[in-house]
Nanobody
């Protein structure tokens, strides 16, 4: 199983980035997908997640209204669309997969995620 996050980069405040998480070797439609981030010196933070069956989503308060998390099961891909980026969004972003049990997703328990991808760096700076 492999999760591959991509799309990070350097962007000015107010700009947008589109991160992609591609899954390989996974029964993708049986898993919720979450995005997490970790900035230097800070704890890992859950950013957003999406379930598979009913496409339920959750967002951290800090990104609500700015980020969306569309999912394409046919392409085994989840996107994190990030708009109106702020310097405090600077971090290494990771995607992770958890076996879906109750149709909903959560980023509250990172240790419960079954698989993790390598991170992609997002830097928001002028």
């Amino acid at each position: 199983v492999q999760l591959q996050a991509s799309g990070g980069g350097l962007v000015q405040p107010g700009g947008s980035l589109r991160l992609s998480c591609a899954a390989f070797g996974l029964a993708f439609d049986a898993y919720t997908i979450g995005w997490f981030r970790q900035a230097p010196g800070k704890e890992r933070e859950g950013v957003s997640c999406i379930s598979s069956t009913i496409r339920s989503t959750k967002y951290a308060d800090s990104v609500k209204g700015r980020f969306t998390i569309p999912r394409d099961n046919a392409k085994n891909t989840v996107v994190l669309q990030m708009n109106n980026l702020k310097p405090e969004d600077t971090a290494n972003y990771y995607c992770a997969a958890e076996s879906e049990v109750f149709y909903y997703c959560s980023t509250s328990y990172p240790d419960a995620m079954d698989y993790w991808g390598k991170g992609t760096q997002v830097t928001v700076s002028s």
